[in-house]
């Protein structure tokens, strides 16, 4: 799965260093924490390009995301966020990513966003935001634009009820909580690979009390997460496996 970029336009980057409550039982950073770390230098640098909630008095909300990394990365390594807009296709925003450990690329990620009136929650399209001006004409491809995901083969993994440890700010299931709720259904822990290309498309709210019921599958080498509640799909979640690369924790 290799990840198309368009010419960085007001490209930005910010330098984090992964903590240890970042780290799984293995000794290396869970798929979680790079979409963390991505969203974080993405909502900084809308702030930055004055297209932040406030400048337009409206939300955003991450709708797909699609992570590539060559290695597992390490506690205290010092990651550098590389973030841009990479694109308007209808109402979604295309943002690109690349992420460098000393000056050296060790991944990439697309994610695709929308904007919402903070009041009655309906899209508003980029057309109607006048800092989108300068964006509109960057077009992405079809193949870069991160597509649905389907599996015909989805067995019960797991009941996940959502908590308190998994609510944010908007009172719904975290982002970055989703991918630990998916990540279980993995089973990371019973062999020695790590996730080096994960896709996570949000289709729907999870609220305290919900009963996420997470299915899994696998087609063509692809572990496929899904959770769903009330016969709804909430989150749909495609990983590739590879081996661990030996190191010493």
């Not at 260093?17 to 909502?43: C, W, Y």
Request: proline share 5%; net charge negative.
């Amino acid at each position: 799965m290799q990840l198309e970029t368009l010419k960085p336009i007001d490209h930005f980057e910010k330098t984090y260093e992964i903590h240890f409550g970042q780290i799984d039982n293995r000794g290396v950073a869970r798929p979680s924490a790079v979409f963390e770390l991505a969203q974080d230098a993405a909502t900084v640098h809308a702030y930055h390009i004055g297209i932040g909630r406030e400048d337009i008095s409206a939300l955003w909300v991450l709708s797909r995301m699609k992570t590539e990394l060559a290695r597992p990365l390490l506690p205290y390594e010092k990651l550098t966020v590389q973030t841009w807009c990479a694109g308007i296709k209808g109402a979604s925003w295309l943002r690109s990513f690349r992420f460098l450990v000393e000056g050296e690329p060790v991944g990439a990620a697309i994610s695709s966003w929308v904007v919402l009136d903070q009041e009655t929650h309906r899209i508003i399209r980029p057309t109607a935001i006048a800092q989108a001006e300068k964006y509109l004409a960057l077009t992405p491809s079809a193949a870069m634009i991160p597509g649905k995901l389907a599996c015909a083969a989805l067995r019960e993994h797991h009941i996940h009820p959502v908590c308190y440890s998994d609510l944010d700010v908007n009172n719904h299931v975290n982002n970055v909580k989703i991918v630990d709720i998916l990540s279980d259904g993995l089973d990371l822990n019973l062999g020695g690979q790590f996730v080096s290309a994960l896709q996570v498309n949000y289709t729907a709210e999870s609220r305290f009390g919900d009963r996420l019921r997470v299915l899994t599958g696998e087609e063509d080498g692809v572990r496929y997460v899904f959770g769903e509640a009330d016969g709804k799909t909430r989150f749909e979640g495609a990983a590739i496996l590879s081996p661990m690369p030996e190191y010493n924790p």
